[in-house]
C-alpha cells in the first residue's frame, strides 16, 4: 500500500504497511502505481516518498522471503526504475529508518534527506541474504567502495550525521519530514537531475587486492557465514562491470543466498528473537495485557565483573545508577573496570568520548545501602549465596519504596526463597546477566511463583532497553540456561574418558560454528568455580565426592576437570587448565600433552578402554543432550515456546545464528531421526540420565510438525 496525494505540485507518496512499512508485495505496487501517476500528471512538479508513522521503511518484507514463497513481480526495482526515468525530481524523506529495500528505494531517488534521529544501513547480512535491489550497485557509486564494503558487509545501522558525512544524505531536517520533504522537493525543480542518478555515476577504480583482503577480513571476523562473502563478490561485480549487467549479477547472488539454508536459519533467528519478545506466564497474564512500571533510576549492588558490567549497561542507555559496594576499594576497582570497558567502546567506535563522558556523570558511586532510597529498580549483583542475598534483600524492602522492584542476578538460586525475605514476593524477580555483562546479550528474567505480570513487563522492557535480548523463564535447578550446559558439559567429559582429546572436541564445536569449544569456555570461566559447586551440592546431599567416585545416585559422573584443579590447573586465570596459556591471564590456548597424560592416567585408573570417535559422534552427542534437555525445559513448562530456547542458545551461548538454535537444528534434523538417535545413546549410555528421552520430543516427533506448529501444539494438548 502507498498512498498518493498532491501538496501543490508536490506529489507526496506515502509507503504504508504499519508497524515499519516492510515492502510487501501490496507496497510495491502501491508505489509502482503512485510514481507512474505522479510521473504523469502534468501539474505535478516534483515527488516526495516518506514512510506512514516511525518509519521510512524496514526494508523488503522478510515473510515473502520464507517458506519458499517467490517474491511476486513487480519486485523493488521494477518499482523504483521509474524513479530512475523520472524528469521530475524525486525525493526520499526519511524518518526514523530506511533499511534493507527500504534504503534501496531512496538510492532510487535523485536526493534523500532525513531528520536527525533517523537511521539508514542494509542489514540483509544479518538474515543471511544481501542487498538485493541495487543496494550493493548503487551505494558504491554514491559513498565509495571501502565505506559500502564497511556498511554492507556489517550490516550496520548508520545515523544521520554520519550518513550525511558520507554522501547517504543530502540534508539533515527538522524533524516535521513532510513539510520537509516538500519545501525541499519545491527548491530542488528545474536543476539538472543527470549527476543525481546513481546509475549513471562512474565509480573508482579499486584494486583487486581489496577485495582479497576483505575476504580474509570477512571470513575471520564473520567465520562461517555465507552472506558478508556473497556481497563482497557483489559489490566487486560493480567495479567490474557495466551498471546492467553487474544488477544481473548481484540478483543472482541474491537469489542463491535467498534460498539458502542459513538464510532460512538468520530469518528463523530474527523472528524467533521477536516470539521471545511476547512472553505470557502461566496465570495467563502476557506482554499484551501487562504494562511495565517506569525505571527512571536504578540500583546495582556489588561491584564486581558482573555488577559493574550491569551497571554500565544502564548507564549507557541514559538511565542514572547508584552502584553500591560494601567496601571503597572494591567500589574503586569496579568504576575502573568500567571506565576501561567504555575506553575500549570508543576506541571500537561503538561511542563517542562525549557520550563515555556522559554515561559516567550519571553513575553515582556509594558505599551507603540508603542511596537505593529512591531508586525505581535495584539489581543484586553479589556471590552465590542464599543467606547473603537473603540478609540483602530484606535490607532492601526496608530502604526502598514500596513500589521499588528487587531484581537478583542469581544464576541458580531459587527466587522465591529470596523472595521471602521481603514483604514484596511480587515485586521480587531474577534478572541473570551473561559475563561479560556489558557484552552478552542475554537477558534471562525467572519469575518466581509471586512474581507480578507488572513485574515481569518491567524486567522484560528494561531488557530491550538496555540493548539486551530478554528472555522471561520460570524457575527450576539452573534456570533455562544453564541447566541446558549441564548435558552438554557432560557429555564432552564422557567424550573425553573414552577416547577423543579436548582438543577435537572443541574443534569439532568451533567446526559447526560455536565461538569456543567447551573446554576452552571453561579454561575462560575457572576450573575450580565448578569444583566449589560440585562439592558444595555433594554436601548439601551427604555424598563424599572424591576423584574416586564414579557414580553418584546411580548416575555416572566424570571428575576430570576436578583432577586438573587439585593439580593447580584452574584455567586461564593460573595459566594451565585443559589448555597451557604460558602465563596467568594470556588468552592463546596450546594443546598440553600434559593434559593428554592425566586422562591416560584416569582412564587407566578406572579401566576405561578408550577408542577413536568420530567427529560426527562428538557433535551429535554433544547437540542432542542438550536438545533432549530443551524438549524437558519446554515440556516442563519452564519456557513457554522453542524460540526461547534459541534465544537463550544464540545470545548467551554464541550458538551460529546460521544455525538457527538448537530446537531449530533438531527442526532441521527432522524430530523424529532426533528421537531415534536420543533413543539410541539412551540405551547405550543407561547411566546418564540426560539421555532419557523427553516425553514431549517422543510425542512431537509423532506429528512430523514444522517448530512453527510445536508451541499451539504444547499449548493444546495438556497431556503433552
Ligand atoms: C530484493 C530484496 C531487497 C531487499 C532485501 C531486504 O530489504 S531484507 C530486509 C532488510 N531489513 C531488515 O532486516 C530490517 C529488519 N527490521 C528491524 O531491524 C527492526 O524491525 C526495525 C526496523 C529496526 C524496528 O525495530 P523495532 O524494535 O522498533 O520493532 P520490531 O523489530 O519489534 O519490529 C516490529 C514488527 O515488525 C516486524 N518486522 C520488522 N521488519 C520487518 C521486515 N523487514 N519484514 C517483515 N516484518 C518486519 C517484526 O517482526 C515485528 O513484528 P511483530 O509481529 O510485532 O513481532
Known amino acids: 500500500m502507498a498512498n498518493y496525494t498532491k501538496r501543490d505540485e508536490v506529489a507526496v507518496i506515502e509507503l504504508n504497511n504499519p508497524p515499519v512499512n516492510a515492502l510487501s508485495f501490496e507496497v510495491r505496487s502501491g508505489l509502482q502505481n503512485a510514481l507512474k501517476s505522479a510521473i504523469d500528471d502534468q501539474d505535478v512538479k516534483c515527488i516526495v516518498i516518506h514512510g506512514k508513522g516511525k518509519n521510512f521503511s524496514a526494508g523488503a518484507d522478510i515473510k515473502e522471503f520464507g517458506a519458499g514463497t517467490k517474491q511476486q513481480k513487480p519486485w523493488i526495482t521494477d518499482a523504483c526504475r521509474l524513479a530512475d526515468e523520472s524528469s521530475k525530481p524525486v525525493v526520499a ?16 531517488c535523485h536526493y534523500r534527506i532525513g531528520t536527525p534521529s533517523c537511521r539508514v544501513g542494509f542489514p540483509e547480512v544479518q538474515i543471511g541474504i544481501l542487498p538485493g535491489a541495487g543496494g550493493t550497485q548503487r551505494l558504491p557509486r554514491l559513498i565509495g567502495v571501502n565505506s559500502s564494503i564497511d556498511m554492507i558487509t556489517s550490516g550496520r545501522h548508520v545515523m544521520a550525521e554520519e550518513a550525511m558525512k558520507l554522501g547517504i544524505l543530502d540534508k539533515i531536517v527538522t524533524e516535521d519530514i513532510i513539510e520537509e520533504g516538500v519545501k ?111 525505571v527512571k533510576t536504578a540500583g546495582v549492588i556489588g561491584a564486581g565483573t ?35 570497558d567504555l575506553r575500549g567502546s570508543v576506541a571500537l567506535k561503538k561511542m563517542t568520548a562525549e557520550q563515555a563522558k556522559k554515561a559516567m556523570l550519571i553513575l ?45 542476578n542469581t544464576s541458580s538460586l531459587d527466587i522465591d526463597m529470596i523472595a521471602e525475605a521481603t514483604k514484596r514476593m511480587d515485586k521480587v524477580v531474577g534478572t541473570h546477566f551473561f559475563a561479560p555483562a556489558y557484552i552478552m546479550k542475554l537477558q534471562e528474567n525467572v ?24 528472555v522471561l523463564v520460570g524457575t527450576c535447578e539452573s534456570f533455562a540456561a544453564n541447566r541446558m550446559l549441564h548435558p552438554y558439559v557432560t557429555e564432552a567429559l ?10 577435537e572436541v572443541d574443534q569439532v564445536l568451533e567446526d559447526f560454528g560455536m565461538p569456543m569449544g567447551m573446554f576452552r569456555v571453561s579454561d575462560l570461566s575457572g576450573l575450580d568455580i565448578g569444583y566449589k559447586v560440585r562439592r558444595e551440592a555433594a554436601k548439601r546431599q551427604g555424598i563424599d565426592l572424591t576423584l574416586g567416585t564414579r557414580f553418584v545416585n546411580g548416575e555416572r559422573v566424570c571428575l576430570l576437570a576436578d583432577v586438573l584443579v587439585e593439580k593447580g590447573r584452574l584455567g586461564i586465570k593460573s595459566g594451565k587448565g585443559w589448555y597451557n596459556y604460558g602465563s596467568p591471564g594470556k588468552k592463546e590456548a596450546i594443546p598440553d600433552p600434559e593434559v593428554l597424560d592425566i586422562i591416560e592416567e584416569h582412564c587407566r585408573k578406572f579401566g576405561i578402554k578408550k577408542q577413536k570417535i568420530s567427529s560426527q559422534e562428538i557433535l551429535e552427542r554433544m547437540q542432542l543432550a542438550l536438545i533432549n534437555e530443551g524438549f524437558r525445559i519446554l515440556e516442563e513448562g519452564i519456557v513457554s515456546k522453542p524460540e526461547d530456547i534459541d534465544v537463550i542458545w544464540i545470545y548467551g551461548f554464541g550458538w551460529p545464528k546460521y544455525m538457527g538454535g538448537p530446537m531449530f ?20 549410555y543407561p547411566f546418564s540420565i540426560h539421555w532419557t528421552p523427553s516425553k514431549l520430543l517422543a510425542r512431537l516427533s509423532e506429528t512430523d510438525l514444522p517448530i512453527s506448529n510445536w508451541t499451539s501444539l504444547i499449548n493444546s494438548n495438556s497431556k503433552l
Not at 524523506?93 to 532510487?108: D, K, P, R, S, Y
Not at 538417535?677 to 547405550?684: E, G, L, N
Open 364 to 408: 553515582k558511586p556509594s558505599v551507603n545501602f540508603e542511596d537505593l532510597h529512591d531508586v525505581d529498580l535495584v539489581i543484586e549483583a553479589v556471590y552465590e549465596n542464599l543467606a547473603l542475598k537473603k540478609e540483602i534483600f530484606a535490607k532492601l524492602d526496608k530502604i526502598c519504596q514500596p513500589q521499588t522492584i528487587l531484581c537478583t
Open 93 to 108: 524523506a526519511i524518518a526514523g529508518t530506511a533499511l534493507g529495500g527500504g534504503l534501496e528505494v531512496a538510492l532510487f
Open 306 to 340: 558482573m555488577g559493574a558490567g550491569i551497571a554500565l549497561c544502564l548507564i549507557t542507555s541514559g538511565i542514572p545508577t547508584v552502584l553500591v559496594e560494601q567496601d571503597q576499594k572494591f567500589l574503586e576497582k569496579g568504576i575502573k573496570t568500567m571506565e576501561g
Open 184 to 294: 525541499f522537493a519545491k527548491s530542488v525543480v528545474g536543476l539538472d537531475l543527470a549527476h543525481r542518478i546513481l546509475k549513471n555515476r562512474k565509480i573508482e577504480a579499486v584494486s583487486p587486492k581489496v577485495f582479497d583482503d576483505e575476504i580474509s577480513r570477512v571470513k575471520k571476523k564473520y567465520k562461517g557465514y555465507i552472506a558478508p562473502l556473497f556481497c563482497l563478490k557483489a559489490i566487486q561485480a560493480s567495479v567490474q562491470l557495466p551498471y546492467d549487467a553487474s544488477m544481473e549479477q548481484e540478483l543472482q547472488l541474491f537469489q542463491h543466498l535467498v534460498g539458502s539454508n542459513q538464510a532460512k536459519a538468520q530469518q528463523y533467528a530474527f523472528f524467533a528473537e521477536r516470539t521471545s519478545a511476547r512472553w505470557q506466564l502461566p496465570t495467563g497474564a502476557n506482554s499484551q495485557n501487562a504494562s511495565p512500571l517506569p
Open 447 to 470: 519469575y518466581g511463583k509471586n512474581t507480578s505480570a507488572e513485574t515481569v513487563a518491567t524486567v522484560m522492557a528494561l531488557g530491550r532497553r538496555i540493548r539486551k535480548v530478554p
Open 494 to 503: 564422557y567424550l573425553v574418558e573414552e577416547g577423543a582429546s579436548p582438543y
Open 665 to 684: 537444528y533438531a527442526n532441521e534434523m527432522k524430530l523424529k531421526n532426533v528421537y531415534r538417535k536420543i533413543c539410541d545413546f539412551h540405551q547405550k
